[in-house]
């Protein structure tokens, strides 16, 4: 007995201490294999500089599908296929312009870009008067007199002192999504919108928007204009307030087309029916290559497996890498999935995705029951060598979300986030905004996690 | 009795509660103050932008002591002064041109700058075999009659897989630092050392060199190579080890100038024998305009004051900022005010320099006493709203670490610092790389700590 109770303990211990070093082992392998052999960069010069930007029905889109495959196929995965899905097509046209009138012939260009899902104006353009307005409340309460044959112009700036920007871009997105139908409904002729951007500068960022159950002829066009450029209208119309802006655009939305989900699998070696996901989505828009929003996270998701490759690590539950189609515009991509997840009456464990731009990683952000949550913030000590240190309640990502079930688990890679809406859906989300080593210590995060999640069954 | 013991507890809960959301409000309000209405960029823009680059000794450098000056009188502090102290001046020259030649006439050029100290070629510049090399060990093996005659090309990489650049810099800068030396005692007539940069590019990287106790006569010229250069090079020497390398530059150490130490201060309302000091640097590298090294840092001390100022935090110790002149080539500054601190028999409590440029603040280095550090480290639970986690104990910074007294406490602000060598002493080092809310985060956080220090009398 007395026996019994001093050897337990102790092969308890070194066990736990065989495991413990095991963890911190691997944990550092994939760091250095990702710092030292990574492929995510060279992946993401390709992308963004041979490809480019990329909106779902683009040429460029499929592109992007066939680059996706092929590279998957050369990683030596068990299994790569494409899942078809039809996505909404909406092409930005040949011009996009808008310039302000003081009086007749006085004009000052300002950049603008049309928003994702937006109708033209007609061929010779719109110019009226401009409303200013801070929220639909504010533009309810003006009335439809004072709106009726206008451009409403939402000027709400992103809140600089939430330090997450995520939650400043939540408190703002409504007047680029909803702007529209909005405005319309009391009789204006068009929209413009103040970026989602935390900086002053010259870049319209685009976006998604919808009419919701406007009929078509009630719809009018809208457009987001750069921070600076809000702020002079917003400075002219103090000064003037019965200006003018003119705006002309030709963007176009066509019948939906097919396209494809990318999708790749290591068999798991113990449980192949209990999936893990990790994902980001291969759509962007069209201004930038998309190289944050969201080349990083395609490449990061392709890394994970490669890594477990290189490293030799044969995960026991299945791993499959999902580069999404069309999350931007329509999300088609994440339904399509979900749907046929459903059908196949597939066991999806846990999703990661990363669709947060590929800045230095500060943690993960876990959607699931809070007995599981406690457990996996009991793993920030794995991480901390790595200055990660997040491991927070809270939403995952938009191409996983609808895989949620009852006991399952979704993340989201949480990168810095300060630095993120200075290139967000502009035509500054380039290649050279990214950092080689920023990137790479992401996939090094995920893959942890993944690893963890494999190791301990959650 | 059983009044008294449940009195007690409720009693000491309440004021622990209070003075937790008076703790909490306070840095929700320096962080909405530095966020909102921060100054910290405006400075930086003009420091960076409209004086530029300002090597202890140049003109610039002047303009900064004037600049700096007048911006404290401008926040209305109980004393602002300028403290001498005498400065080494070495300038670059007119002329720093490198190339490999591969045959006689056949030349590739290969972008280098001298290192700050390093004495000039010849007029007609050297032509020289190479002898590359990783470190001073295998210098020392190859024996003098190899290294006799020709130009040393120290070719050690930073380590990209530790995750804390700065200790990649600490493995890899003896090159810069003592490669000069260390050549000339083994008969080399020049040295090439590959930039202390992370990335694969163009940009060769300055920084200190010294010839320890080297006689005049004896010193041969040093120059840092671009990483792309340093490659380049090492891949030439791999298919032609007898080609040559040209080097020609002109820079030159001129007698000691006359400069000053920029010191602003608020008078502690109870406490004024105690001072806090919070620092970065004034001077920077000629190359770049120091926008991260250590214009941030200027930028964000003084911020830390007129935030106090701003929200009506009156200090019971003495706050002191100190824009310390030198850092970069002798620490003539660091070493004056650490002298007449000592002379004047003053009381310093605290100092905080923040060094390691403007990007993210995850939190502290600190150095002091372990059981002072334990106390600071219980403060982590306020900076987790601002996403500052690590209050690690280590090195503060290179121009306090001389007030170190045995129980005082030493900090360096630490940002995220995977991009820091992209620009560090380099002609990219501008105030485009600078992110203004990472900027103004750095400010709040130094001015948290310092009202914490402040509040809890440590």
Redesign the interface.
């Known amino acids: 007995m007395i026996r019994k109770l001093i050897f337990t303990p102790l092969l308890f211990l070194s066990l736990v201490i065989y495991g413990q070093n095991e963890i911190e082992q691997t944990l550092e392998k994939i760091?250095?294999t990702s710092?030292?052999e990574g492929q995510s960069y060279e992946w993401l010069r390709h992308l963004s500089n041979q490809i480019g930007g990329r909106l779902s029905g683009s040429l460029n889109a499929e592109r992007a599908v066939e680059w996706g495959k092929a590279e998957l196929d050369e990683l030596g995965l068990d299994r790569v296929w494409l899942q078809p899905v039809m996505v909404p097509k909406w092409i930005r046209g040949t011009f996009e312009y808008a310039n302000i009138e003081t009086s007749p012939g006085n004009t000052v260009n300002v950049p603008i870009c049309a928003l994702g899902g937006s109708v033209a104006t007609p061929l010779a353009g719109i110019r009226a008067e401009v409303i200013e307005v801070k929220s639909f409340e504010e533009l309810k309460s003006l009335g439809e007199q004072k709106v009726e044959g206008k451009i409403v112009f939402y000027n709400r700036p992103m809140q600089?002192?939430l330090?997450?920007?995520f939650s400043a871009y939540s408190g703002c997105v409504d007047q680029r999504y909803s702007g529209a139908e909005q405005a319309a409904k009391m009789g204006a002729v068009g929209v413009i919108v103040r970026s989602m951007n935390?900086?002053l500068d010259d870049f319209p960022h685009t976006g998604s928007m919808s009419y919701g159950d406007l009929p078509l002829k009630k719809r009018i066009p809208a457009a987001a204009i750069s921070t600076n450029g809000a702020e002079l209208l917003s400075s002219m119309l103090a000064l003037n307030s019965t200006l003018k802006f003119y705006l002309k655009q030709n963007c176009k939305n066509l019948p939906d087309v097919q396209s494809f989900n990318v999708i790749g699998e290591i068999k798991g070696s113990t449980y192949p029916e209990e999936i893990m996901v990790v994902g980001g989505h291969l759509d962007s828009w069209d201004l930038g290559d998309g190289s944050h929003d969201d080349g990083a996270g395609v490449v990061q998701s392709m890394e994970v497996l490669r890594l477990f490759k290189k490293i030799g690590y044969q995960p026991e539950r299945t791993l499959r890498v999902v580069l999404f189609m069309n999350e931007e515009n329509g999300q088609r991509g994440a339904m399509k999935y979900a749907e046929m997840a459903q059908k196949n009456a597939e066991n999806h464990v846990f999703a990661l995705e990363s669709d947060a731009g590929g800045f230095?990683p500060?943690g993960f952000s876990i959607d699931t029951t809070s007995d599981k949550l406690e457990i996996i913030q009991s793993w920030e000590k794995y991480f901390e060598?790595?200055?990660i240190?997040?491991f927070v309640k809270g939403g995952s990502g938009a191409d996983i979300d609808d895989l949620k079930s009852g006991a399952n688990i979704l993340a989201g890679l949480r990168p810095?986030s300060?630095?993120y809406f200075?290139f967000h859906h502009a035509s500054n989300d380039t290649f050279d905004a990214i950092?080689?080593?920023?990137l790479e210590?992401g996939a090094a995060a995920m893959a942890s996690l993944v690893y963890l999640i494999d190791s301990f069954k959650l």
Do not use: F
């Open positions: 760091h250095q710092l030292l600089a002192d330090v997450n920007t935390l900086r230095s500060r060598p790595y200055l240190h997040l810095d300060q630095r200075d950092n080689k080593r920023e210590l």
